[in-house]
């Protein structure tokens, strides 16, 4: 009993968390301050944002629930739609080699019109413009004003809502063959 005690305060936490821009439910931030459930920054690089790696994570554990509640449908559904909305087509990062520096490798976005979607790891709260900071905690928006030793070093880009996306329409289907 204390274990889904815990369970469903863990679930109730999430949904209280999701992010609601102009209405409508998005994704989840990276970090939260743990009074006001507001988004925080952790390192000086990590600031307030929609985070795409986590939220993936949040929507694949939202998506293994049995019996979803109308609210943990609802915040699967959102962030789908999200995912689905916010995801960057025709480029991928590519690791390039670099022969006139200390770090003799950086990390650069390319075309490529075969590459699987991407998402940046943040998004702005208010309109999920893509961003990037520098180890300073300046926030820039071009990939390449974050010093390399940055760009190499942290994952700016990922492939994270590629899974939500190709889980979503199946968990769609169950939910409306079982009803």
């Not at 962030?79 to 080699?97: S, Y």
């Amino acid at each position: 009993a204390r274990i889904r005690s815990s369970w469903d305060k863990g679930i109730e936490l999430i949904l209280k968390t999701q992010w609601v821009q102009d209405g409508v439910k998005t994704v989840w931030a990276q970090q939260y301050d743990h009074e006001t459930l507001q988004p925080v920054k952790a390192r000086a690089y990590e600031l307030p944002a929609l985070s795409a790696g986590e939220s993936a994570d949040i929507t694949m554990l939202l998506m293994r629930i049995k019996n979803p509640s109308p609210e943990v449908v609802g915040a699967v559904e959102a962030a789908a739609a999200w995912f689905d909305r916010t995801k960057i087509t025709g480029k991928k990062v590519v690791t390039v080699p670099v022969q006139d520096r200390k770090i003799k490798k950086d990390r650069v976005v390319v075309d490529d019109p075969e590459a699987a979607p991407m998402w940046p790891r943040y998004s702005e709260l208010s309109d999920n413009r893509p961003f990037f900071a520098t180890r300073e905690g300046k926030k820039v928006y071009d990939l390449r004003e974050v010093p390399a030793e940055r760009r190499v070093g942290y994952s700016w880009y990922g492939t994270w809502g590629n899974k939500v996306l190709k889980k979503y329409p199946e968990w769609l289907r169950r939910r409306t063959e079982g009803k």
